[in-house]
C-alpha cells in the first residue's frame, strides 16, 4: 500500500457530518486518522477510525502510532448537547490536551474550528463583523462560554508555538444535508419559533461549501482567525419561510418572556440561551478568508432553502 | 407569496419600481444588504414616503444636484422635530431626482433596534444602527450616508432653540476624512415646526429608556419643509490633532448654518 508515504492528518469529532465531507475530499491524497468522542464511526477499510475521550491517557498513543502532519479539529460539541460541564471539559480541556500533543509531536498544521456565536448577538454589533473585533459572547450567556475559551486557548498556543501553524475557522450557520445543529433543525422543521417583531440578518454556509474552505485552509499554511461566510445574508424569518417553515411568533418583550418560554418549551433547537441570536444580527465579514486563500462558495442560498423545502421531517 | 409581496403589488406603482430599479445596490442573491437592506420592503417604504414627502409635507428641495452620482457621500444635516423626518425626507429628495437617483442610508439611534417590529422596518428601508464601524464599511461600500452630527442634541431640541445648531461631534469628519468621501451639506428648514416641543420630560425619559419625551402636542403639523444641498465639500486625509478636525468641522457647520439662513429667509409662511 502506498498509504505509507502519504502525509498522515488527524481528524476529530468523526461523527458529525461535515468531518465526513472534510475526509472524503482528503481521504485520496492522505492517510486520514478519525476518533470523535461519541461514537465509533466506519469509515471505510482505509480510515482508521477511534472513539476516545481525548482526555484519557490512550489518547496519546495514537500519537506514538501515526506520524501526524497536520490535525482537523471538528470535534467541538455544540452547545445543544449535553451539559456545561461536560461541555467545558471535551471542549476547552480536551482541546489543550490536544494542542500539548500536538506539540509535543511536532505538528504541522492545525485547523480548529469555532463558530460565529462567540462574537455574541447585541443590539449594538455593527454588520460585517471582522476577525478583530471583541469577543461579546461571554456577557450573553454562560452557555456560550467554552467556545470562547477554546479560541482563546487557541489563540495562545497560535502565538506560543509558532510551528503549530493553528488556523481558526469561525463559520456563520452551517447548513444542509446531515447538519444537526440547532439552525439546521429549526429550518428542517415544519413550524419554528421566531420572536414576534424579529427578523434578524443570518449568513448561512452549505456543509459542501464549509467542508471546502476546511480542506482549503489546511492546504494553505497561512496562520491565524478567520471568518467563514459567503457575501449573502437572508433575514431569519425569510429563510424559514423560504425552507417552508410555518412561523410561530413568541411574545417577544420584556426579554425575560421569551426566554423563560423557550425554558419551558425545551427544545433544543431554541434554546434560552441562543435567544438574542433570533434577535439580533450577528453579520460577520468573510472577505479576509475568501481573499487569503481564494475561497469561493459555490452553493446559493437558494439551492440550500430548496433543500430544506424538500426533506421536511415531522416534529 | 408574502404579506410583503401583497402589499408591494398592491402600493407600489410601476415607475416607482422602475425608479428603485435604475438605482444599483450591491445585494446578496435575495435581495438582502449585510445592513438588513431589502428591496421590496424599500420600494413598499419609499412609496408611501413620497406621499408624505409631496402632498403632506410639500418639501422644495434645492441643489439635490449636488449629491455626487457615486463613491461615498456623506449628507450632513442639521437635526429637528423630534421624529426623524428629517432624515426621511433627505432619502427621498435624493431617492428621487430625475437624474442618477441614490438611495441613501440613514444612521439611527442605538435605541431602535431593540424596538420589535420598529427595528426590523427601518434597517429594511435603508436605515443602520448608529455606529462608527458600520458607517466605515458602508463608506467602503460607496454609500451615501446621511448623518446628523447633533444627534439627539439636534432632534430633542426645544421649539425656543429653533434653528440654533447644537454642538456637532467629530466622528463624520474623521471617517470623511479616512474613507475620501464628499461631504454635501444640509440645511432642513420647516422641521422644527412638525413637533414642537415646550420641554423635555426627564424623569418619564429616564423611566422609559428613551433619550428624550417631549411635552408637545401629539400631532404632526404639516410645516412646509425646505431643504437647502450645499455644494460638494472634500477634505484631505491628513494626519491632523483633534482640534483640527474640529476646525474642518466648524466649517461644515457655518455652511449649513448658512443653507438654513438662505431656506429661511426663502419661506413666506409657516404652512
Redesign the interface.
Known sequence: MTNERKPQILVTGAAGALAQQVINRLRDNYQLVAVDFREQVYLGDDIPSYCIDFNKRVFEDLFRRFQFEGIIHLGRIMSSQETRMRRYNANVLGSQKLLNLAHKYGIRRVIVLSTYHVYGASAYNPALIDEQAPLKGVGLSMDLVDSIELENLANIYLWRYPDLNITVLRPCNIVGPGVRNSISTLLASRRAPVLAGFSPMMQFIHIDDMADAIVLAYRNTVRGVFNVAPDDWIAYQHALQLSGCTRVPIPSIPPVLPRTIARLLKMKSFPSYLMSFFKYPVVIDGRTFRDTFGFKPKRPLKEIFRYYRENKHPV | ??LRSFIKEKVVPQSLEDQINRIRKPL???G?????Y?NDSLKIGFSLARQIYEKYFRVVADGVENVPDEGPVLLIANHSGQLPIDGLLIGVAVASRPKNPRLPRAMIE?FF????????ML??IGA??G????CA?MLANNEAIIVFPEGIRGSGKLYSDRYQLKRFGNGFMRLAMQYNATIVPVGVVGCEETIPAVANIRPLAKALGLPYVPLAVPFVFPAKVYLKFGKPMHFDNADIPEEKVTERVEVVKAEINELINQGLSERKRLF
Open positions: 407569496m408574502s446578496g442573491s435575495l438582502y444588504d449585510p445592513w438588513g431589502n442605538r433596534p431593540t424596538v420589535p417590529y420598529l427595528g426590523n434597517n429594511q443602520v444602527l455606529d462608527p464601524v458600520n464599511k
